[in-house]
Protein backbone atom coordinates (compact mmCIF):
# COMPACT_ATOMS: atom_id res chain seq x y z
CA UNK A 1 0.00 0.00 0.00
CA UNK A 2 0.90 3.59 -1.02
CA UNK A 3 1.80 5.51 2.17
CA UNK A 4 -0.72 8.08 1.66
CA UNK A 5 -3.20 5.53 2.48
CA UNK A 6 -1.84 4.27 5.55
CA UNK A 7 -5.32 6.29 6.85
CA UNK A 8 -7.13 4.91 5.22
CA UNK A 9 -6.55 1.24 5.46
CA UNK A 10 -7.00 1.52 9.30
CA UNK A 11 -10.84 2.80 8.00
CA UNK A 12 -11.55 0.19 5.67
CA UNK A 13 -8.90 -2.71 6.79
CA UNK A 14 -6.17 -3.98 3.82
CA UNK A 15 -8.83 -6.24 2.16
CA UNK A 16 -11.20 -3.73 2.00
CA UNK A 17 -8.43 -0.80 0.61
CA UNK A 18 -7.43 -3.32 -2.10
CA UNK A 19 -11.22 -3.81 -2.95
CA UNK A 20 -11.38 0.06 -3.54
CA UNK A 21 -8.17 -0.02 -5.68
CA UNK A 22 -9.88 -2.63 -7.69
CA UNK A 23 -12.94 -0.75 -8.04
CA UNK A 24 -14.50 0.70 -11.22
CA UNK A 25 -16.64 4.19 -10.67
CA UNK A 26 -18.43 6.18 -13.37
CA UNK A 27 -19.08 9.97 -11.97
CA UNK A 28 -21.11 11.93 -14.31
CA UNK A 29 -21.59 15.54 -13.45
CA UNK A 30 -18.47 17.84 -11.88
CA UNK A 31 -20.57 19.97 -10.34
CA UNK A 32 -21.49 20.67 -6.47
CA UNK A 33 -22.05 17.17 -5.72
CA UNK A 34 -19.71 15.80 -8.11
CA UNK A 35 -16.90 16.98 -7.38
CA UNK A 36 -16.94 16.24 -4.00
CA UNK A 37 -17.42 12.68 -4.95
CA UNK A 38 -15.33 12.24 -7.28
CA UNK A 39 -12.39 13.70 -4.77
CA UNK A 40 -13.64 11.89 -2.13
CA UNK A 41 -13.80 8.35 -3.47
CA UNK A 42 -9.86 9.43 -5.27
CA UNK A 43 -8.80 10.37 -1.74
CA UNK A 44 -10.85 6.95 -0.21
CA UNK A 45 -8.13 5.04 -2.87
CA UNK A 46 -10.82 4.00 -5.96
CA UNK A 47 -8.32 2.47 -8.47
CA UNK A 48 -10.30 3.62 -11.61
CA UNK A 49 -12.50 6.48 -12.05
CA UNK A 50 -14.34 7.56 -15.34
CA UNK A 51 -15.18 11.63 -14.85
CA UNK A 52 -17.93 12.78 -17.58
CA UNK A 53 -18.45 16.51 -17.69
CA UNK A 54 -19.07 19.22 -20.25
CA UNK A 55 -19.54 22.13 -18.61
CA UNK A 56 -16.72 24.70 -17.63
CA UNK A 57 -16.55 26.69 -14.73
CA UNK A 58 -18.51 29.54 -14.43
CA UNK A 59 -18.61 32.62 -11.69
CA UNK A 60 -22.06 31.63 -9.85
CA UNK A 61 -20.22 27.96 -9.29
CA UNK A 62 -17.67 29.97 -6.53
CA UNK A 63 -20.19 29.47 -3.65
CA UNK A 64 -20.35 25.44 -3.88
CA UNK A 65 -18.27 23.56 -6.31
CA UNK A 66 -15.08 22.39 -5.86
CA UNK A 67 -13.41 23.32 -9.21
CA UNK A 68 -14.68 26.95 -8.86
CA UNK A 69 -12.30 29.30 -8.28
CA UNK A 70 -11.94 32.81 -9.95
CA UNK A 71 -8.50 31.62 -11.31
CA UNK A 72 -10.30 28.85 -12.70
CA UNK A 73 -13.39 30.36 -14.21
CA UNK A 74 -13.92 29.63 -18.17
CA UNK A 75 -12.01 26.66 -17.66
CA UNK A 76 -13.45 22.97 -18.25
CA UNK A 77 -14.76 21.35 -14.74
CA UNK A 78 -13.29 17.41 -16.21
CA UNK A 79 -9.67 19.54 -16.43
CA UNK A 80 -9.76 21.00 -13.41
CA UNK A 81 -11.40 18.39 -11.56
CA UNK A 82 -9.04 15.24 -13.56
CA UNK A 83 -5.94 17.21 -12.89
CA UNK A 84 -7.10 17.56 -9.35
CA UNK A 85 -7.36 13.40 -8.42
CA UNK A 86 -4.28 12.52 -10.71
CA UNK A 87 -2.19 15.03 -8.06
CA UNK A 88 -4.66 13.54 -4.89
CA UNK A 89 -3.42 9.95 -6.68
CA UNK A 90 -1.01 9.54 -9.54
CA UNK A 91 -1.64 5.85 -9.24
CA UNK A 92 -5.61 6.18 -10.39
CA UNK A 93 -6.43 5.07 -13.47
CA UNK A 94 -8.67 7.99 -14.43
CA UNK A 95 -11.06 8.59 -17.80
CA UNK A 96 -11.97 11.74 -18.85
CA UNK A 97 -14.83 12.40 -21.15
CA UNK A 98 -15.95 16.11 -21.55
CA UNK A 99 -19.11 15.96 -22.65
CA UNK A 100 -22.96 16.43 -22.02
CA UNK A 101 -24.68 13.32 -22.16
CA UNK A 102 -26.66 12.87 -24.65
CA UNK A 103 -29.64 10.35 -24.15
CA UNK A 104 -27.56 7.79 -26.73
CA UNK A 105 -24.13 8.63 -24.99
CA UNK A 106 -25.83 7.98 -21.35
CA UNK A 107 -26.52 3.96 -22.57
CA UNK A 108 -23.03 3.58 -24.75
CA UNK A 109 -21.51 4.97 -21.54
CA UNK A 110 -22.42 2.94 -18.57
CA UNK A 111 -21.51 -0.48 -19.30
CA UNK A 112 -20.93 -3.69 -16.59
CA UNK A 113 -16.94 -2.73 -16.44
CA UNK A 114 -18.36 -0.24 -13.58
CA UNK A 115 -18.99 -1.35 -10.22
CA UNK A 116 -21.08 2.01 -9.42
CA UNK A 117 -22.96 4.81 -11.34
CA UNK A 118 -22.73 8.15 -9.26
CA UNK A 119 -25.46 10.55 -10.56
CA UNK A 120 -24.42 14.06 -9.84
CA UNK A 121 -26.49 15.62 -12.21
CA UNK A 122 -28.78 18.55 -12.26
CA UNK A 123 -30.82 18.27 -15.34
CA UNK A 124 -34.35 16.05 -15.32
CA UNK A 125 -33.54 14.55 -19.01
CA UNK A 126 -30.35 13.32 -19.13
CA UNK A 127 -30.54 12.27 -15.17
CA UNK A 128 -33.26 9.97 -16.18
CA UNK A 129 -30.89 8.64 -19.66
CA UNK A 130 -28.52 8.19 -17.26
CA UNK A 131 -30.58 6.14 -14.15
CA UNK A 132 -32.49 4.01 -17.20
CA UNK A 133 -29.23 3.07 -18.71
CA UNK A 134 -27.82 1.60 -15.30
CA UNK A 135 -30.90 -0.01 -14.48
CA UNK A 136 -31.08 -1.84 -17.82
CA UNK A 137 -27.54 -2.82 -18.01
CA UNK A 138 -27.56 -4.10 -14.06
CA UNK A 139 -25.37 -1.68 -12.95
CA UNK A 140 -25.43 0.03 -9.44
CA UNK A 141 -26.05 3.45 -8.94
CA UNK A 142 -26.48 6.23 -6.63
CA UNK A 143 -28.31 9.11 -7.97
CA UNK A 144 -28.50 12.59 -5.82
CA UNK A 145 -31.56 14.65 -6.20
CA UNK A 146 -33.05 17.94 -4.79
CA UNK A 147 -30.85 18.74 -1.22
CA UNK A 148 -29.51 21.55 -3.03
CA UNK A 149 -31.15 25.05 -1.98
CA UNK A 150 -32.23 23.20 1.69
CA UNK A 151 -31.48 25.35 4.73
CA UNK A 152 -31.58 22.07 7.47
CA UNK A 153 -29.30 19.36 6.51
CA UNK A 154 -30.36 16.61 9.14
CA UNK A 155 -33.47 16.61 6.82
CA UNK A 156 -31.15 15.01 3.41
CA UNK A 157 -31.71 11.26 4.06
CA UNK A 158 -30.53 8.55 2.39
CA UNK A 159 -33.07 6.45 0.67
CA UNK A 160 -34.15 4.38 -2.92
CA UNK A 161 -36.21 6.80 -4.53
CA UNK A 162 -39.46 5.07 -4.53
CA UNK A 163 -39.10 6.52 -0.49
CA UNK A 164 -38.76 9.75 -0.88
CA UNK A 165 -40.60 12.48 0.02
CA UNK A 166 -40.04 16.50 0.37
CA UNK A 167 -38.25 16.34 -2.87
CA UNK A 168 -39.87 17.77 -6.01
CA UNK A 169 -37.14 17.21 -8.16
CA UNK A 170 -37.40 13.07 -6.73
CA UNK A 171 -40.78 13.03 -7.30
CA UNK A 172 -40.34 14.17 -11.07
CA UNK A 173 -37.55 11.50 -11.54
CA UNK A 174 -39.64 8.88 -9.67
CA UNK A 175 -42.90 9.64 -12.16
CA UNK A 176 -40.96 9.38 -14.82
CA UNK A 177 -38.92 6.77 -14.43
CA UNK A 178 -42.28 4.70 -13.16
CA UNK A 179 -43.73 5.29 -16.58
CA UNK A 180 -40.54 3.17 -17.96
CA UNK A 181 -41.43 0.69 -15.54
CA UNK A 182 -38.36 1.59 -13.27
CA UNK A 183 -40.00 1.69 -9.67
CA UNK A 184 -36.61 1.41 -7.48
CA UNK A 185 -33.10 2.15 -7.99
CA UNK A 186 -31.71 -0.87 -5.75
Given amino acids: MAEWTERAELLFTKEGLENLQKANVLVVGLGGVGSFAAEFLARAGVGNMTIVDGDVVDITNINRQLPA?????????????????????????????KEFLSPERAFEIVSPEFD????????????????????????????????????????????????????????????????VKINKLK
Avoid at 84 to 94: C, F
Avoid at 129 to 141: D, P, Q, S
Avoid at 142 to 161: T, Y
Fill in 116 to 179: YVLDCIDSITPKLNLIIAAKRKRVKIISSMGAGGKMLASKVKVADISKTINCYFSKTIRKRLKA
Fill in 69 to 97: LHSTVGEPKITIVGDRLMDINPELKLTRV
